[in-house]
């Protein structure tokens, strides 16, 4: 069936590192790919998206690459900061215009050593 | 705008007990959603809205109803709380745009025990 799965469910970084955060999806047919990033005890909050016919896209300190024949989605986050401490979901999105429901992974958490 | 909200924040049931979990946008949004998260878990997709009187089930729907009479509001019923029920409840909104990811906005959850 359909699944969306994270390869590390933990992963700590220095401050000042780079992160990187890894997904592995299976539907070839999902429109967009998304990351989510969620607080304790918050909900799931936008972070950035990737169209499926794109390989890469930047936003404000992260980076999304899709590759797409080993059905590979990664989040880079760039000069992390204790405010990145989260857990991070890629998420698959499919029939975006049918009301564009959403897959989530398992999520990957991410803790920021100051 | 408040975004999406939800009420309560936190509730404890019996086994049987019957309750429903309020969720409420300001953003005109047509898309509603319910989603469920188990501990150390995505979200699992519960039914969704694609407008007022229209619903339809995702990938968890036993054991729950909805309606969406309104396009504000969009709630979620138990009939007969079961402990699998036990989860954080999240409600989201979107709007659908034009070759483009609707973005799915979240609520800040609403956590249910059932004992």
């Known amino acids: 069936g359909e699944s969306v799965g994270l390869h590390l469910p933990t992963l700590s970084v220095q401050e000042g590192d780079n992160s990187i955060i890894n997904c592995a999806y299976s539907?070839?047919?999902?429109?967009?790919f998304i990351w989510y990033k969620q607080e304790s005890g918050k909900g799931p909050q936008f972070i950035i998206d990737i169209r499926s016919n794109m390989d890469k896209r930047q936003g404000q300190r992260v980076t999304v690459l899709l590759n797409k024949t080993v059905k590979h989605l990664s989040l880079q986050i760039a000069a992390t900061q204790p405010g990145d401490s989260a857990v991070y979901f890629c998420?698959?999105?499919?029939?975006?215009?049918?009301?564009?429901?959403?897959?989530f992974g398992q999520g990957t958490e991410l803790s920021v050593k100051p | 705008n408040a975004g999406v909200t939800q009420t309560p924040k936190f509730r404890i049931l019996k086994i049987g007990q019957s309750m429903t979990l309020q969720c409420a946008q300001d953003m005109n949004h047509n898309y509603m959603y319910w989603y469920r998260q188990d501990p150390g878990m995505g979200l699992k997709l519960i039914y969704y809205?694609?407008?007022?009187?229209?619903?339809d089930k995702g990938e968890v729907p036993n054991g729950y109803n909805v309606s969406r009479s309104t396009t504000e509001d969009f709630p979620l019923r138990l009939e007969l709380a079961a402990p699998s029920q036990t989860s954080v409840y999240f409600c989201a909104s979107s709007t659908p745009r034009a070759g483009a990811y609707n973005e799915q906005f979240f609520g800040p959850g609403t956590r249910l025990t059932v004992l």
């Open positions: 998420a698959e999105n499919s029939n975006y215009n049918q009301g564009g429901k959403l897959i």
């Open positions: 809205s694609v407008g007022a009187g229209i619903t």
């Open positions: 539907n070839s047919a999902s429109d967009y």
